[in-house]
């Protein structure tokens, strides 16, 4: 997998997951699920910021955002 593809997908996944975290807090539940999807989306990032050779900057985040809707819709 691409790191920037991995980049993306985790940072969609710990977006998705803060929502539903509060949500399950709000209706008094525990958030198992989004949970999961945090730390799962938490370990794409860390992967994809390990796997690219120096790392990846914070510059770099929308060029890749860029880069995997291009590769997408293409």
Same mark, same amino acid.
């Given at each position: +997998?691409? =790191?920037?593809? *991995?980049?993306? =997908? &985790?940072?969609? +996944?710990?977006?998705?997951?803060?929502? *539903?975290?509060?949500?399950?807090?709000? !209706? &008094?539940?525990?958030?198992?699920?989004?949970?999961?999807?945090?730390? $799962? /989306?938490?370990?794409? $990032?860390?992967?994809?910021?390990?796997?690219?050779? /120096? /790392?990846?900057?914070? !510059? !770099?985040?929308?060029?890749?955002?860029?880069?995997?809707?291009?590769?997408?819709?293409?």
């Amino acid at each position: +997998m691409n =790191t920037d593809i *991995a980049l993306v =997908t &985790g940072l969609v +996944m710990v977006v998705l997951s803060i929502p *539903a975290i509060f949500s399950a807090f709000s !209706e &008094g539940r525990a958030p198992r699920v989004a949970a999961v999807l945090l730390v $799962v /989306g938490g370990g794409m $990032v860390v992967w994809a910021m390990h796997g690219k050779p /120096g /790392g990846i900057r914070l !510059e !770099e985040i929308p060029a890749a955002v860029v880069r995997v809707v291009a590769m997408v819709l293409n």
